[in-house]
């Protein structure tokens, strides 16, 4: 699957589009297919997004899972510091990223 | 020959009181291959040195920024007011407002942007810098020599 | 150190405005993307993996506990409670908001800080000796020869989009502690035969994808003609450097094409040129500058400590640096705490480290490239008192130049160039050196990660480097062996085929085996594997 990310241009934050609007948590994004370019394209002029780009990805129990690791670290925080990520609590994260 | 200058209307902002060269400038090849024009082009790949011989007959200097982010230009601008050419030069092409104090303090005296620049903006930049730090070829005095004036 | 007067205050203040206004009209979408990335790039402010990153400049490494206390208050009141102490002796927060900028710029030109020109095509923070003004072996202070080219370089006109970043170090000993002929334009301030001080000026060092160590290409420049010289080397880059290729952009590739004769030759071309315009500071600002850089009220005491303790006996060997007062040291506050990230400081370190420094140091740090935090002038006498203090917080750890003492950039961890995770790779290593006891073994062993070719972890300079790499999508990592940031400059060997990362700290403790079973008498590392060659590693490492 084809997921889009950016960045929010304002506060920074990583967000993943969910099909109707930019969220910062991966679990919502959705698979744009061939469509990326033309969203992209909308979403940045209007500056809803900041820098967006595609990334390939494999839905893994329901949820898109980044092809490249850097996307994964990317999509909840660097693996060095659990409490700064999207989920300190979550015992698993490492090897979701990973 | 090759005309490829731009006309003064489109110039949207001039630091001169002199009338502006009212035809097209040529490329610094052209130019050189002959004795007529006083209008030149300097793209960023040409060396502004080359015109040094022929600074007296050369009333307009348009310097070419096809991406505002290659800044030969500004070393071209430099070169020619180092040498004593007192003529326009105008920087034409990917010149943004956030680029015109820097563009100054290099000698460019006029400006013709590819997009035009709001007003208010440019208002702003040009009374953006209180001061300077180091000599260029504007007439702003550096800092250091500020500091020390009454000594000197 | 350096005080700003009316000037400096008016320029960093301006500034501020100029980039509130830049960041406004972004936000409006007055300016794109593409056109705003320059400018927010000249005010330290990366759109990074995880959020926008501002790298805050320390002018040669040098600052104050109002300021150190100050970033701290930016760590707290925007990030996440830490800053990352960088390889040019910069500070970086990597959580940080575009909306909020302007205010932490605001925040900085307080107390006499800002983010100018510390990322973009511009010359960027000078960096300098990390014991400068403190050491036994300088010639003299190199710190107000570095702040003079601040100014020259700050908003300079003509060199705000050269084809590439630009980056200069002065140092003033013949002991190299700044990685000088790594840099853009290194310069050492020397006397010449008849005892007058001039610049030596080395163009075209520095690390990357292509690393080259800079040739010396004017022994002896006078002071008095040190701005009009950078200045035509400068002008000379601007105008031929490529801009055809970024990977081919830097000054060290020009110097390389054209041969050092050649740009020699254009440099001095330009600079006979240069100095009929008459661009040369008076000479009485260096006169200005340098009190600033005065020694401190040093007073004779106690020449020797208490050895009694074996851990601060310990601390004292390695972290602390012999001063040019015999009654004081400088000294090392460590931060790579085994296990931990290189270079980290959580803001309640910060802010205790700048109570140290005015207790301990005369009110003044450094910041050193290699990403620890030194307190120049600490008397002998209070080093105990210190010592427990910095215990106390993690901030002790006695591996200053040890294999624990690891410079790493932050790495896939961090940043959207890179290609592997260099952060975990080094906490690794520290620890399978602390568990097993090996790293106290060693002595000194300068270990550098960097975590893509880009090399901001400086591993082409490491005793031993570690290069991360992407192998089809999968973080791999490659060794090399030889590196030196010091006078004995020189750019590490690879020594084979790459490793994962269990591999490659296997490897690691390979490598440190074959010195220790070959070493003689004193040698370090570096010693032995110059005497010894590659060949014995790479037998350990993959027969």
Redesign the interface.
Known sequence: MIVLTGNDLKSGAVTWWTGTHWSIHIEDAVDVGENAATIMAREESSRRVNVPYAVEATLTAGVARPNHIKDRIRALGPTVRPDLTLKPADPDLGNWVI | MTDIGTSPDGVQLRFRNDEPVDHASVTVDAFLEQSNANAVRVEPGDDARALLPHLGQIQLVEVNFPAFGDGRGYSSARILREAGYEGEIRAVGDVLVDQLPYMKRCGFDAFEPDAALNSDDVENALNRWPEVYQAATDNGTPIWNKRHAAAS | MYKY?Q??Q??VD?RV??FR??AK???E??LS?D?FK??RLMNGLY?Q????MLRVAVPYGTLNSTQMHALADIADKYD?GYGHFTTRQNIQYN?????DAGDILADLAKVEMHAIQTSG?CIRNISSDHFAGAAQDELIDPRPYAELLR????????????PRKFKIAVIASDTDRAAMKLHDIGIQIVKNTSGELGASFFVGGGMGRTPMIAPNIREFVPLDQL?TYSEACL?VY??YGR?DNKYKARIKILVHELGAEEYTRQVEEEFA??L????E??F??LE?IKPFFADPAFEDSAKTVDRSDPDFALWVDRNTNRHKHDSYVSAVISLKPVGG?PGDATAEQMHLMADLAKDYSFDELRVMHTQNIVLPHVKITDLHALWTKLDEAGLGTPNLDQIGDIIACPG???C?L?NA?S??LA?KIAQRFDETGKGDTLGELKLKISGCINACGHHHAGHIGILGVDKK???NYQLSLGGSEAEDTALGKITGRGFDEAGVVEAVETVTDVYLQNKQGEERFLDTYNRIGMAPFKEALYD
């Not at chain 3, 993996?49 to 926008?52: D, K, P, R």
């Not at chain 3, 959580?95 to 909306?99: A, D, F, N, R, T």
């Open positions: 007067d000037y400096d008016a320029m301006a405005a100029e206004d830049q009209r972004r936000l979408g007055k993307e056109q320059p400018l759109l993996l995880h959020a926008y996440r959580w940080i908001k575009l909306e095509n100014q020259w370089s700050s908003f300079h006109p003509e060199f705000m989009y050269l701005v002008r601007n105008r801009r040129l240069l009929e315009q008459g661009i500071p008076p009485a600002e200005r990230i896939l961890d961090y959207s890179a995770r952060i975990p906490q999508g999968v973080e």
